[in-house]
């Protein structure tokens, strides 16, 4: 962090500490020991970014209403996790935190590393599709440097499925349900999906990026045609615009549960937790993958993260990636 943003960020906290306050531009010049010129000019700077501050010539300064933004600086204040979001790196646009975290991984970035952007243009989906992400979602990828055998990396996007159905569950009282392998569907519309790309040698992974995106406050109108029938939003569903602060902060401490609980635990006790919201096993699907499409019944999921699918003729043929339609499912 440069000195400018520390500091930035050192008026920001005093602002916040004294929300019901005034705070004289003296105090915070000396207390930061800067100019009271080069205080305002961080005020200004944090107006720019949607941060409603007053100021009064007599009484200082005073925050009135922070934005709903996920900035570094309003995600540190009440970050209650060890590892995710040891850094913490915001864009207003990009093309794809994924593409952005992977070059910071190579560059040695330490794990739990954050990249969020406000909005991609260039969101990348699972099997090389598109992924629509406008500004009123949630978009970030991890950088996760776990000791796995390259072969239980999918295990991963259990553990975001988990974290992801969870926190949309107790935010909201609405009951997700986790498609195989990590889509995440209310009333059988999609909301969420994971995208995990990882760098490894034969046996030894180097690092895994963990891309999350979540149709949090999108407005039903807003998805294009093509969508509009598969996705939907939070607030579509919950009826109400969910703080993306509360969501993400949410979000990041239960997927620091579950990360922590497959290297202390195991899979085992990762996916019973995927079973609690599981709507794929048991149930007739239709599995595209690369090279075929299989229709039969799901019947389990095994340690690398395979789909388990009991074809007609009774033989059991093991999935590792594709795409999988419930009979239920909107298409
Ligand atoms: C899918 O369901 O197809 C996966 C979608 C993953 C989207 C997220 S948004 C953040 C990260 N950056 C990307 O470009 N993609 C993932």
Redesign the pocket.
Known sequence: MTKTSERKQQVLQILHDNESEYISGQKLSDQLKVSRTTIWKYVKSLREQGYLIDSSSKLGYRLIKAPDILSPEEIKRDLETDVLGSEVIYYEQV?????L?EVKARKGAIEGTIII?KE?V??????G?E?F?PSE?V???VILRPDLKPTFASQLNFVAAVALARTIEQLTNLQPGIKWP??ILINQR?V????TEMNAEIDRVNYV?L????NLNIEKAEFPEELIRKATSVKEEFGKEVSKLDFFLSLLHELEKEYVKLQEDGFGSVLQGWRDYNITLGKEVKVNNVREVLKGQAIDVDDEGALLIKLEDGTVERVIAGDVTLNTEYN
Do not use: H, M, P, V
Not at 211 to 214: A, K, N, P, S, W
């Open positions: 093309e794809s935190t994924n593409n975290a952007a991609q260039g969101g990348k989906g699972r099997l599709r992924y992400c979602g978009w970030f990828s990590n889509d999609k969420s999906g994971i995208l990026i891309g999350l995106g979540i």
